[in-house]
T-cell receptor, first 116, second 110 residues
Framework: EPEVTQTPSHQVTQMGQEVILRCVPI?????FYWYRQILGQKVEFLVS????????KSEIFDDQFSVERPDGSNFTLKIRSTKLEDSAMYFC??????????????FGPGTRLTVL | GQQVMQIPQYQHVQEGEDFTTYCNSS?????IQWYKQRPGGHPVFLIQ?????EVKKQKRLTFQFGEAKKNSSLHITATQTTDVGTYFC??????????FGAGTRLTVKP
């Protein structure tokens, strides 16, 4: 069964450094998402992406965050200057069609980001 | 913005006992989804409810959508250790992006 993949599984970085988290969506899916989950807490929406544009972003997704799909395959989340509070699990998710509210989201295994 | 509130935050049960988690929205939802996240894992889609008053069953799991489409519940009958995890509800906001509840973490004592 097709699945969303994410790399790396764990990223450790120093505060102030840039990180890029990578996701390979399921091939025929159209909507892509990034979520954040601080340890033991809820799954928080960061951004949705469709047709190479941001569809919506949350208040968490400030100027330090950016997303792109540089090669038509990878879907990346970049954090320009990491802060301690960026430490969390980051999940990529995709949905099949434009009726995204009615489609299940397929989540990747996540990247655990640790900022020291 | 639209939020779904979920209670309880934690539930610890003895194996064989029942478990229920509740999800409430201040606004009418077009649909609601339920996900399960095993410890150390990622959320996995369980089910979607769309119709007012809808009830769906998956083996020991029963999902309900309220008549006003503002609340939902997940009930597990006779819990097993394999039911351990966090159960999230999710509802769409005005932009049709799903917003997750805080989740209910279920632990089951054998």
């Amino acid at each position: 069964e097709p699945e969303v993949t994410q790399t790396p599984s764990h990223q450790v970085t120093q505060m102030g450094q840039e990180v890029i988290l990578r996701c390979v969506p399921i091939s025929n899916h159209l909507y892509f998402y990034w979520y954040r989950q601080i340890l033991g807490q809820k799954v928080e929406f960061l951004v949705s992406f469709y047709n190479n544009e941001i569809s919506e972003k949350s208040e968490i997704f400030d100027d330090q965050f950016s997303v792109e799909r540089p090669d038509g395959s990878n879907f990346t989340l970049k954090i320009r200057s990491t802060k301690l509070e960026d430490s969390a699990m980051y999940f990529c998710a995709t949905t099949r069609s434009l009726m995204r509210a009615y489609n299940e989201q397929f989540f990747g295994p996540g990247t655990r980001l640790t900022v020291l | 913005g639209q939020q779904v509130m979920q209670i309880p935050q934690y539930q610890h049960v003895q194996e064989g006992e029942d478990f229920t988690t509740y999800c409430n929205s201040s606004t009418t939802l077009s649909n609601i989804q339920w996900y399960k996240q095993r410890p150390g894992g990622h959320p996995v889609f369980l089910i979607q409810l769309v119709k007012s008053g809808e009830v769906k069953k998956q083996k020991r799991l029963t999902f309900q959508f309220g008549e006003a489409k503002k609340n939902s519940s997940l009930h597990i009958t006779a819990t097993q250790t394999t039911d351990v995890g966090t159960y999230f509800c999710a509802g769409p906001n005005n932009n049709n992006d799903m917003r997750f509840g805080a989740g209910t973490r279920l632990t089951v004592k054998p």
